[in-house]
């Protein structure tokens, strides 16, 4: 679960080289501007080279942030700005930030690529955010991060309010040696070592897809902010696109989401890259967020419903074309590993409480499919229409999925283990075996003294220990295979533990008389012994009460001879069943 509210970490661009920072900086802007160095589309390469530069940075991403002011947007009529054509060095992917709390701007872009100024296109807002109360929530707010393939040039329009501290981010991220290898470009699929992958899962769970982690798209963890967050359930799998790129290649995968990464990180101010997952479009599944694959890990994917969730992007415009069965199967896998140890219906429906979005307001209670759209949430087309079109396929394959390991074979005993042996303190409980099936399956013995364990492991019996007396005693049988759910099975024994009684008898003869002494001793108890016992001696039976542990009796009026004297404890719910004996010669009188 994530920390309460905390204060609200500003901006981070480290590595940005943000035209935003001193008068030099922006008179800079300024004089090129006068100098036509920010010229007309048509205009060509100017004397003076004014291009703006992006730095290059760690992992291949090079990047730029500039503070679009009075000098670069100029007014073009009522509640409109325009920019000139602003030269560039290379960049591949374009985003704009403000404040929160401004009015929201309408930004559209014309980018020139292969020296050739392309459309308008519009920036669609950010929807996918931490939550407002949660401890990364930040002040600044801004657009999808738009790819747009290598462009040198940009052109900006602004329409209906122009935030004070709209600033442009200018980002390419390129290859890597690393991100050529063979085993992300060839192979395909693998799965990637380390903290960030999931784990073998026992049979009966539904197994991790096979993941490509962190390392293996070049997160710099110095960009991260801070220690994961984790959330109690995950009630729900959003599904998202990243609104970019359709034609990648393989080895462009890690750079677009070092480029995501930084967005997020630098640009917007979040923890952490905001997806928990990303599914390419070969197919192949990406760890987004730090903290462990297999753990409920806290996103910043789904605005007002990252509390119970996990989110799924699919790197892509699903607006633009159809995704592949490759992203729809891993898509499926995904869902199934996360929600099936939560025991949520992926074709169902769930009631979930909205942290605040742009749809539903803080603290409403929504019914939503389990597996959703991002644009079921809040005000988005994400996850694109195509994309969408398929949750009910997704839906479809999660459950097959989940049904097919929750159908695993489960061990059976055919023939069930049995109790054998006394409750009584110092004797030896036996488990007798039964019969399983398969034969392979090791059995594990896990003795409970009133419920409670007290050891494990291959031993199947116990000696009794004083310790053991008054107690319940019982083991439970576990039975575990390869490929197998496990079965169990608990033997009890009924009766508690009783501690042996020791006695010990004098029968001592005198003259017609005899006077029988009796001490009696239960080791495991803890009070000295209160009961009775019964002494026969010359076919007389006396029942006489104990206390303390001792008891005197005579019997009177006997003739010459030897007699037997036969001491008898019943037993009790302590104190086991005891007897013993001792022999008396009685005198004549005179």
Known sequence: MSPGPGPRPTTRRPFLVALVGGA???????VAARNGVLSDPGAGPSPTGGVLQLTAGRMGVESLAVRLTDEILVPDGPGAWRSPALRTSTHTMVGFTWRSGEAEPRIDISSRTAGV????SHMPHVHHSPDSDSSEATDVVGTEL?????????????????????????????ALPSDRSGDLVQAGRRRAGGADTGV????????????????????????RNGRPSYVD??????????????TYEREDVPALIRGMYAYHTQSLGWSDIAYNFLVDRFGRAWVGRAGGAAEPVRGAHTLGFNATSAGVAAIGNFDQVAPSRAVIGTLARIAAWKLHPYSRDPEGSIVVTSEGSDKFRSGRRVTLPVIDGHR??????????????????????????????????????????AADGTTIDGELLV???????????????????DGVPIGSGAAADLRLATTDVGSQMSVRIDLAADGYESASQVVSFPEPVQSRTRLDVEAVGRRNRAVVRVTVDAPGLDVPFDDSVTITMAGLSRTVAVAGGR???????????????????????SAAAAGATDTATVKPSG
């Open 24 to 30: 030099a900086a922006v008179a800079g802007i300024g």
């Open 117 to 120: 100024w392309q459309r308008w």
């Open 146 to 174: 738009a790819w747009i393939g290598p462009a040198d040039g940009i052109r900006i329009r602004v329409r209906g309010s122009r935030p004070a501290e709209l600033t442009m981010a200018l980002l390419h991220p390129t």
């Open 200 to 223: 073998a899962s026992p049979a009966g769970v539904v197994p991790p897809p096979d993941l490509l982690g962190r390392a293996q798209w070049g997160a710099d963890e110095s960009w």
């Open 233 to 246: 359930t995950i009630e729900q799998v959003h599904v998202h696109h990243t609104a970019n790129s359709n």
């Open 376 to 417: 079921d949430t809040n005000d988005t087309a994400c996850p694109g229409q195509h994309l969408y079109d398929e949750l009910p396929e997704i839906r479809r394959r999660t459950r097959a999925r989940i049904d097919r390991f929750a159908r695993q074979a489960t061990v059976e005993i055919t023939e069930p283990f």
């Open 431 to 449: 488990v007798n075996p039964g019969a399983w099936v398969p034969p392979a399956a090791a059995a594990t013995y896990t003795w409970m003294r």
């Open 551 to 573: 008891v005197r009796t005579v019997f009177r009026d006997l003739a010459p001879g030897r007699y037997e004297a036969q001491v008898d404890f019943a037993g009790n719910a």
